[in-house]
């Protein structure tokens, strides 16, 4: 087992895929934060495994959002990807403990 973060900085508009499970490893998400790097409102979605964990979240400027209010369960080649509805306005931090499937 191991805990990893997962970061990309300036997430658009383009949908980015902060991280996607090995082969044979599973991965609980302990924390997912958005970080709003302009000076104007945005909206971001995040999903995980083609399903959205958050859809259209406001985040003020200069705010940031926790989007997680449990854990999640992502397994081998599931993928978290967000995107803003603005140009390099989002940072992104995906906290994970990662291990072997059994």
Known sequence: MAFNNYTSSAVG???VTVHTVSAG???VVIGLNLANVTASQISV???IAG???IKAAP????????????????E????????SNTASSCDVIL???EQTES
């Open 76 to 83: 081998a080649a599931d993928t978290c990807v967000v995107t």
């Open 45 to 47: 979605d995040v999903q």
């Open 13 to 15: 508009t383009s949908p």
């Open 25 to 27: 490893q599973e991965a």
């Open 95 to 97: 906290s994970v403990l």
């Open 51 to 53: 399903v959205y964990v």
């Open 59 to 74: 985040i003020p400027a200069g705010s940031a959002l926790s989007v997680l209010d449990g854990k999640i369960i992502m």
